[in-house]
């Protein structure tokens, strides 16, 4: 990356969920010779920085003439384009609804050769607001992301540094996972009505179908933000099947305590290590966990 990228510092304030905090966290450690965290505690975040991670980097506050980058979008420079034509993204690049539901038609009428993802049919205008006319976006694009931004922004990812005793409990309780466990994230969107009825609702049908498809001798490792929602599969596909880590906070109160988030840090870690991934759609957090797994799982989007 050519130096005249680079800001002096660089600090990310970006205020969502986890998954969001850490792309926008990576971001920042790709555009400045220095980064760092202004990690406020939210509604959507009740840890502090050092809760969750060891490196040494947070700030109280933004210090004077730092560069800010408030956004959970991987950053996209100009010496990047050469390598995402104009076009490239296919979450929050707009088409009328007219023209997705006929794509998906054609799509499958001629043997599914190309990204499904590209022809769902409910609306795409994900955060508009951040929305690069060009659609030069490499976020949410699991494998269709070229190996150029791979190369730049693993090391990136690598240098997290959870926690020692958050690691250790991911370690220990993950050792059970083999390779054909499927990683399964399932985002309700609890916490939003909206998005609840809009994407969770429609998407229950399409996990089940990838589910009931998958080898018989596979099991589930499922990460959600509702408890319900373990129970409900370990039900239909048995508890030997369904695999989850066993929290000592609910799912359902994630917001709510540090000690929660933590857990969920430990969610995330632990889908890392799944080689086949059933993801949200919209959902950075299944997003960063393919990125700390190596960006190499094989990703399904429901």
Known sequence: ?????????????????LGNRIKSWVSAMRLG????????????????????????????????????????RLAV????????????ATVGAGRHPLIRGIAK??????????????YMVFPKQHSRRSARAD????????????????????????SIAVRPEIAARAAEWGARLDSGTIGVQIRTWRDDPRRYRKYHLPAVRRLAKLLDAAPATSRFLVVSDADEVISD????????????????TSRNDSYAKADAAQ??????????????????YLSTFS????????????VAVF
């Open 263 to 280: 857990e969920d840090l430990i969610d995330m870690l632990l889908l890392a290590r799944t080689r086949t991934l059933y993801a949200s």
């Open 105 to 118: 038609v054609w799509w499958s009428v001629t043997g599914k050769r190309t990204d499904r993802y590209r």
């Open 287 to 298: 997003e960063v966990a393919w990125w700390l797994g190596g960006a190499t799982a094989n």
């Open 33 to 72: 010779e220095r980064s760092c965290v202004h990690w406020a505690v939210t509604r959507n975040m009740p840890a502090e920085f050092g809760e969750l991670f060891a490196n040494d980097c947070a700030v109280p506050t933004v210090p004077v003439g730092a560069t800010e980058y408030c956004s959970w």
């Open 233 to 248: 599969l370990a039900s239909r596909y048995g508890a030997q099947r369904v695999l989850h880590f066993p929290r000592t």
């Open 135 to 158: 659609a030069r976006h490499i976020d949410l694009e699991y494998g269709r992301i070229p190996q150029h931004f791979r190369d730049v922004y693993l090391p990136l990812f690598r």
């Open 77 to 88: 420079l100009p010496e990047d384009e050469p390598f995402l034509p104009a076009g490239f």
């Open 1 to 17: 990356m050519d130096s005249i990228s680079r800001a002096p510092l660089v600090v990310s304030t970006e205020t969502a969920g």
